[in-house]
Every structure is written in C-alpha cells, then in structure tokens.
C-alpha cells in the first residue's frame, strides 16, 4: 500500500496516477461498515482493472472546527486506522490533513481538487457521506459535482441486531464496558497500544505484578475489571485488567485512571515495551477495600473468572 499524506493545497494532477476507485470517510474504527465500504471499492478496482485507494481525514475534524473539545479520544487513532487499512489490501491510502483552510472548501473544489485531480474514476461512500464546507456535498449532490468526470456507488447502511453499525454505536458500547458487542460490530475486539510505564511496585510486593500501560488517544472504557488478551513482543498471552484509581491505596483521585494488566502465567520484565490490549469482557467495578488481603482475595477471583471466560477462546 502506498501512504500518501496530503496537506491543503496539494499539487498533484490526474496524470500522477492510475484510474482509480476510491472508498471514502472519516473510517473511526474501521468497523464493519466501514469494511464493506472500502471492499466495494477494491471490487470496483478489481472488475475495472483500477487501483483501488481509500481517502480518510486527520485529525477529527471537531478538533479543527472548535467543537468544545480539543482532545478527541479515537475507536482507531491514526496509526491503527493505517495498519488496519493496509491489512484489507488497497493500493493507496490517501490522508488528507484535516484543516480550516481545507474545511473551507466548497463541495465542488473538494471534487474537483481531492477527487478529479487525483484520477478517480469511481467514488464509493456511505450513504450518509457529506463533503465539502459544513459538509453540503451529499451522496445525491455527487453526480451533479461529478462533472462526468467519474461513476460513484453508495454503499447502504450496515445493521447489527436491527441497529446502524456506526462509530457513535461503537462509542457508547465502548463508554459503557459493553466489550462483548463489539467483535460484531467492528469486526474483531477492540484494543489499545500503549507503552508499559513505571508504577508503584506495589503490584509485585501483593503477588500481582501488573504492568501499567500508557494508553493514549483512545477512547478508554469505563473503570473496572476487564478480561484482557495482550500482546507482547509478538506473544498473545491472557490476563486481567484493572482501570482506575486504586481507592484501596490512594485517597486522591490522579487526574487520569491508571491501566494495568496482570498477565497469567507471565514473569518478564516488560518496562518500556510497546504492547497491545485487547478487551474482551468487563468483569465488575473498581471497588476500594478494606484492606490489602480482601483485595488479593478478589483479584485472585477475577483472575480465575477471566481464566473461565477463555477456557472456549479460539483466537
Ligand atoms: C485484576 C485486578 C483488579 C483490581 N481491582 C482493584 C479494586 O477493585 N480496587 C482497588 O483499589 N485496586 C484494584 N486493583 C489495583 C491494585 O490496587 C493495584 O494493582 C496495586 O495497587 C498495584 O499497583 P502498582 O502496579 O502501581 O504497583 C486491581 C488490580 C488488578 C490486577
Ligand atoms: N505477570 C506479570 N504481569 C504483569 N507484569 C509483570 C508480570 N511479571 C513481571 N512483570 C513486570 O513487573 C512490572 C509490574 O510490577 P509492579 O510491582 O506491579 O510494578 P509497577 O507498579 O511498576 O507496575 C511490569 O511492568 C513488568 O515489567
């Protein structure tokens, strides 16, 4: 796959590539409707004898356009978004530096700048896909902007259990710990990277060492206690995760939660590796108890409750 970043404006002209077929989206999550999306256009692509690409956008447009937040929390930050979209295969991946400037532009510059120029022949989108200023460019404005110049074909929503497969579904699935849904909506579980980072090296004095990850960029389910596969240099292993404050230890809330993974069957020394959560099941609440034995108590049971989760777990 070739990655191609565009910063507004671009110079590229249509004969600086092949015909094209091009999926378009924002793609948080890169979840089955999504999936659908861009494997149409790798169809299309195919059947034409076209390249196929994908055109997604960084940062979320909300950070650029003021929306409140200034920290947006992702399904898939950029980097997963990339890796997943090269595992299904397309030719190109276009990332366009989501800007004011480029916010600004009226549907039909976006066509004619980030579609013609770059020698699309076919557009595939959702049909909710909206482009150009205060995205006026619909689905049904499409062939009118199209200038003749390409075909397009929309691709129609995706249920689950009679609702939308959507990234705002998947967000509250995830702001709820409601982890078990999200294999069929996304396709697989879902997870995070991090970088493991120092604790309190307390977890090593209480008989679970934990290794604290920093995860940063995603949105982070709820606290509690989680059943959790991880990946460590290459290696999937089990274990159980606890988000959150540690009320048993700590009287102040830390601005942030803390992430930490108990891996079974496990005694490296992790420090400083990159590693990758992937959450299947949330097990209960963060609780503060009364003492450090009750504690070891119940995480001794999470861990065998999440040991059962896994007995049937085939990868
Ligand atoms: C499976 C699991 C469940 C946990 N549940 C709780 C909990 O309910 N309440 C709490 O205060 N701490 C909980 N903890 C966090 C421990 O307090 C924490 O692992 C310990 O303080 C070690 O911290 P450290 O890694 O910074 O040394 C849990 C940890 C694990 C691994
Ligand atoms: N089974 C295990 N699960 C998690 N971390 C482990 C395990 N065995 C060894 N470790 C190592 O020990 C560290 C965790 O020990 P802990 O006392 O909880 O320290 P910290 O408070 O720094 O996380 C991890 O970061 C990792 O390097």
């Known amino acids: 796959?070739?990655?191609?970043?565009?910063?507004?404006?671009?110079?590229?002209?249509?004969?600086?590539?092949?015909?094209?077929?091009?999926?378009?989206?924002?793609?948080?999550?890169?979840?089955?409707?999504?999936?659908?999306?861009?494997?149409?256009?790798?169809?299309?692509?195919?059947?034409?004898?076209?390249?196929?690409?994908?055109?997604?956008?960084?940062?979320?447009?909300?950070?650029?356009?003021?929306?409140?937040?200034?920290?947006?929390?992702?399904?898939?930050?950029?980097?997963?978004?990339?890796?997943?979209?090269?595992?299904?295969?397309?030719?190109?991946l276009f990332v366009v530096h989501f800007t004011q400037e480029f916010s600004n532009l009226l549907p039909q510059e976006f066509i004619d700048q980030y579609v013609i120029d770059l020698n699309v022949r076919t557009v595939v989108a959702g049909f909710d896909y909206t482009y150009g200023k205060m995205g006026k460019g619909t689905m049904e404005t499409i062939p009118f902007h199209s200038r003749g110049m390409f075909d397009y074909a929309v691709v129609p929503k995706l249920a689950s259990s009679g609702e939308k497969i959507s990234s705002t579904l998947i967000r509250s699935c995830l702001r709820e710990g409601r982890m078990e849904e999200l294999p069929s909506l996304l396709g697989r579980p879902y997870s995070t990277s991090g970088t493991v980072i120092h604790g309190d090296k307390r977890g090593r004095t209480i008989g679970f060492p934990t290794a604290n990850v920093n995860i940063e960029e995603y949105i982070i389910p709820p606290t509690g206690v989680y059943a959790v596969r991880i990946n460590v240099k290459g290696d999937w292993h089990f274990g159980v995760c606890n988000i959150g404050y540690r009320p048993t230890f700590k009287e102040n809330r830390e601005p942030k939660p803390s992430i930490e993974v108990h891996i079974f069957n496990f005694e490296e020394e992790i420090y400083d590796e990159y590693v990758k959560v992937e959450w299947h099941a949330r097990l209960r609440g963060e609780k503060k108890f009364s003492g450090i034995d009750e504690l070891v108590g119940q995480i001794a049971k999470d861990r065998q409750e999440a040991l059962v989760y896994f007995e049937n777990y085939h990868g």
Do not use: C, W
Not at 22 to 28: K, R, S, V
Not at 29 to 48: C, F, M, N, P, Y
């Open 1 to 92: 796959m070739e990655y191609i970043k565009l910063q507004h404006p671009h110079s590229y002209k249509n004969d600086d590539f092949p015909p094209i077929a091009m999926a378009l989206g924002y793609f948080d999550g890169v979840h089955l409707g999504h999936q659908q999306v861009i494997a149409e256009a790798k169809r299309t692509a195919d059947s034409a004898g076209m390249k196929s690409a994908v055109m997604t956008f960084d940062p979320h447009p909300s950070v650029v356009l003021g929306k409140s937040i200034q920290h947006v929390e992702y399904i898939t930050p950029i980097e997963d978004k990339i890796q997943y979209i090269r595992g299904m295969g397309v030719d190109y």
